[in-house]
């Protein structure tokens, strides 16, 4: 195991780097035929499975060795004083599952993708960025130092933008991936001062070592709380929380496997990661928990209610992403670390699966994207009917399915955490469950039930999608049908300890895992009434709340909001102030002022040049004079 | 000089100057300083300048302005210039000479000869290569006048017959 | 120096000096090339008087060089003069300033 054993980690994230350099330079030059294109499939999917495989290995020998961390030390970056930059990979539990995650679920995407992306022009651009992808993501998870998981964190906003424009000839792709790179950025900026905050107090970034120093008997001298609410803020920009969500609905510009990957399974995990790894600031850091308590839970109700009204199938899933980050924040929020990771982990499955089957869906009629000119096509896309309902089965919690188990322990210690749970938290989390339930089974229901709205061209195109993409579908049906074993809050216990709750409360538990499953059922009946009867009973629920519609259809008019209060004001400093003064009077006005300057004096000047000889002699007697003159005052 | 009208006297009373000055280094004791002024100046210089004047003297128009733009300008300067070199001299007045004293034969065409062949050589020939692009420059204005005279006359040729 | 040489000297600025302001004031292109000559016969008699003043024969062998040089000069400048003439028809210096600007 020599080479391995040192370096393993490293190659888990050389492995896609390899993959994205060989396509990346060599796909275009194979030309389109057929057997390079082949050869491009081959690249891209073996390398992520190789990681994952190496992955899984490495994994049983962390078991072997009783879960004592694995580090790594891989190359000395930069000695600066007496602090040194070095990038270093770290393996426990919690990284072991998270590389797993994105390994695993990562490798089953890429073999989707080359079933669904094999007819595009740039198949092999797109398999490139889809391993470039993976290898930021591996930084990301496997990075012992804070600098490293920020070169991963950038490295994956990268991709994610290069992903999100990918049919970058319709600006209004480009547009989406911008806003995605944008806001991010903005997040970044919180993220950066308090990466510079914890520097400056501890002098290093390794984020065990944070850890241990902020769980020790003599606290750092920096307030946790705001290193907490600083990476937070980091944390909404990436994880789609308030105020930083707006980059994800428009993100599904972008190819469905795209969707499935970065915004659903991964990238988006990167905060709910982030928070949980350095769990240690957090548990001293009772107000920045708070806030991401009340951040979390009041994203989740609020994405939840638009998703409500949504038309496009992938923007209902959107929504339904950060309604369920919400949920991941909210357990944060309330000290159930381990919890968060759980629901990390049952989400990947589940709302892969989700996106998957919805790009088998719009594969199949034809790159239809709409839900009202949908329907009834339960029969003719069997597999995938079958595996978007047991995902939708699970996303809504109903036992024995992975989602109960995750959602419901956060409901649970929502309400029952001595750290912030409280029944508020609690109830408005139930109402949102609840909500979920009903627009899941509502997109369920419109989708392959009820009478055919499709248009009939489409029609007659409709044909099951390949294997590379309906046996994905199966795997992760199967895998959101069982996680629910896994039981990872407790396999983290050792790790981060999950919340005391106290004794007065214990008694409650069963009573409200059984209003947890009472308001998911309900809530699935309750789609079902209303959009599986006839269509008039949902179109006079339409009308009643017609006012209240129109304002979740327009997404709470957010977008326009931040447009006008900050992309306007911006843009008019940009182009008034920058451009018309600093640029136009200042820079060009000096350039071409010094420029005019010198021909008006040349002009002046050249009035000496009258081509009279008797004024050229006169001068010659002027300079003889004065070169007289001038002797005599210098001798 | 400056004040006569015709050019034709403002030459003689330029030779009269010459003569003089003539005179006066013949006086000094530099006897054949004195005949090259009178020989090259008078002799070569001035008779080509009479001639000259002659040659284009019919294209004068006779209402001819005397005195260009710059005639109040330039007394003033002239007066000032006066000035500068007068109060030059009045400076260098106290000094005496440091020279020994004078003969005839310290200034002899022998010495300076011998000067001129031994310690000047080089200035020597350097006059000998202006005096040889002189020459070439005259020869070349003669080429292009011959030239440019026959093209005018082969184009009044082409367009009279 | 002694009476006779101060005197001489002033002779030689007085020469130089009328021959400047000959150039400046007279319009006639050969007057001005008259007007030259005198310049140089002004330092020719201040180069002897030095001469005869310090003793040095050096004095000398300058003085022949002027003449030389002043030769050749007259030698190029008429025939320069009297194409110029033959353009434009006028000895009036003041036509000849198309080199303005």
Excluded at chain 1, 94 to 118: N, P, Q
Excluded at chain 1, 202 to 221: E, K, Q, R, Y
Excluded at chain 3, 6 to 35: H, K, T, Y
Aim: charged fraction near 10%; proline fraction near 3%; charge should be neutral.
């Amino acid at each position: 195991m020599g080479f391995l054993g040192q370096h393993g980690l490293l190659m888990i994230a050389l492995l896609p780097l390899i993959g994205f350099l060989i396509n990346g330079t060599l796909s275009t030059a194979f030309g389109g035929n057929r057997s390079s294109k082949s050869m491009v499939t081959a690249v891209a999917c073996a390398f992520p499975l190789l990681a994952f495989l190496l992955t899984v290995r490495i994994f049983f020998s962390l078991q072997a060795q009783n879960y004592d961390a694995i580090v790594e030390h891989a190359y000395q970056w930069a000695q600066i004083d007496t602090s040194s930059f070095n990038i270093d990979f770290y393996f426990d539990r919690l990284t072991a599952i998270m590389t797993l995650i994105v390994t695993g679920v990562g490798s089953a995407i890429h073999i989707y993708s080359t079933g669904y992306m094999k007819d595009d022009k740039s198949y092999g651009r797109f398999m490139a960025y889809l391993n470039l992808f993976l290898f930021f993501m591996l930084l990301l998870v496997l990075g012992r130092s804070m600098l490293v998981l920020f070169v991963g964190w950038e490295g994956v906003g990268l991709a994610s933008y290069l992903l999100i424009g990918f049919w970058f000839e319709d600006r209004a792709n480009a547009a989406a991936g911008k806003k995605a790179f944008v806001t991010n950025r903005i997040g970044d900026a919180g993220f950066l001062l308090g990466m510079f905050l914890l520097h400056k107090t501890l002098g290093t970034l390794d984020m065990d070592v944070i850890n241990a120093a902020f769980n020790s008997a003599t606290l750092p001298a920096v307030s946790a709380s705001l290193v907490g609410i600083l990476l937070f803020i980091g944390a909404t920009g990436k994880s789609a929380q308030i105020p930083l969500y707006v980059w994800l609905p428009d993100a599904m510009a972008g190819p469905t496997p795209v969707s499935a990957l970065i915004h659903a399974a991964t990238m988006v995990t990167a905060g709910v990661y982030l928070t949980a790894r350095l769990s240690g600031i957090y548990m001293h850091a009772p107000e920045a928990s708070h806030v991401i308590a009340v951040i979390g839970v009041a994203t989740a109700f609020f994405a939840a209610t638009i998703a409500l009204v949504q038309t496009d199938i992938k923007k209902v899933l959107a929504y339904s992403t950060v309604s369920q980050l919400g949920f991941m924040f909210l357990a944060l929020g309330v000290g159930a670390y381990g919890v968060a990771i759980f629901h990390v982990v049952t989400h990947a499955f589940f709302k892969a699966c989700l996106f998957l089957g919805a790009g088998s869906v719009i594969h199949s009629l034809s790159g239809e994207q709409d839900i009202r000119k949908m329907g009834a096509l339960r029969k003719k896309i069997p597999i995938t009917f079958f595996t978007f309902a047991v995902a939708t089965i699970a996303i809504a919690g109903i036992p024995p399915l992975a989602g109960f188990w995750s959602k419901d322990e956060i409901l649970w210690y929502a309400y029952a955490s001595p750290n912030g749970g409280s029944p508020i938290l609690w109830g408005v989390a139930a109402l949102t469950a609840l909500m979920t339930a009903f627009y899941m089974f509502r997109l369920l229901w419109l989708v392959f039930f009820g009478k055919s709205r499709v248009d009939h061209e489409v029609e007659h195109h409709i044909h099951e999608s390949p294997a590379s993409m309906t046996g994905v579908l199966i795997v992760l049906a199967v895998l959101s049908a069982v996680g629910g074993a896994l039981q990872l809050g407790h396999y983290l216990e050792p790790q981060l300890p999950l919340p005391l709750v106290p004794e007065s409360l214990e008694h409650l538990e069963l009573t409200l895992k059984i209003v947890s499953i009472v308001l998911a059922v309900g809530g699935t009946l309750l789609a079902i009434f209303v959009f599986g009867g006839p269509p008039s009973r949902a179109e006079s629920l339409a009308k009643t709340f017609a006012a209240p519609r129109r304002l979740l259809s327009g997404k709470y008019f957010v977008d326009e909001l931040y447009n006008n209060l900050l992309a306007k004001p911006l843009a008019w400093i940009s182009e008034h102030i920058f451009l018309g003064l600093g640029d136009r009077r200042l820079i060009d006005g000096t350039l071409n002022g010094i420029g005019s300057f010198g021909q008006f004096a040349s002009g002046v000047l050249g009035k000496i040049q009258n081509g009279s000889l008797h004024f050229y002699a006169l001068f010659v007697m002027v300079g003889v004079v004065s070169a007289l003159l001038w002797s005599w005052s210098r001798a | 000089m400056l004040v006569l009208r015709e050019p034709m006297r403002v030459a003689l009373a330029l030779i009269t100057t010459m003569m003089s000055l003539g005179a006066i280094y013949g006086f000094m004791g530099v006897h054949f300083i004195a005949a090259f002024q009178v020989l090259i100046y008078v002799g070569a210089v001035m008779v080509f300048m009479v001639f000259v004047i002659m040659l284009l003297e019919v294209r004068e128009a006779p209402g001819n302005k005397r005195y260009s733009n710059l005639l109040v300008p330039g007394g003033v300067i002239f007066a000032m210039m006066l000035g500068v070199f007068g109060i030059s001299v009045w400076r260098a007045m106290g000094h005496t000479s440091s020279g020994a004293p004078v003969t005839n034969d310290a200034f002899g065409l022998t010495e300076f000869s011998t000067l001129f062949l031994r310690d000047y050589w080089l200035q020597f020939e350097l006059t000998t290569v202006l005096l040889i692009a002189a020459i070439v420059a005259a020869l070349a204005v003669i080429k292009v006048h011959q030239r440019v005279a026959n093209e005018a006359v082969r184009s009044n040729r082409s367009t009279n017959g | 120096m002694d009476k006779q040489h101060q005197l001489l000297l002033w002779l030689s600025i007085a020469l130089f000096s009328l021959g400047l302001l000959g150039v400046v004031i007279r319009r006639n292109a050969l007057v001005m090339l008259m007007c030259m000559e005198l310049m140089l016969n002004g330092v020719n008699l201040s180069l002897v008087t030095f001469m005869n003043q310090n003793g040095q024969a050096a004095g000398g062998v300058l003085v022949f060089l002027v003449f030389v040089v002043a030769t050749a000069e007259i030698a190029i400048a008429i025939p320069i003069v009297l194409l110029l003439v033959k353009q434009k028809r006028s000895l009036d210096v003041d036509a000849y300033s198309d080199l303005k600007g």
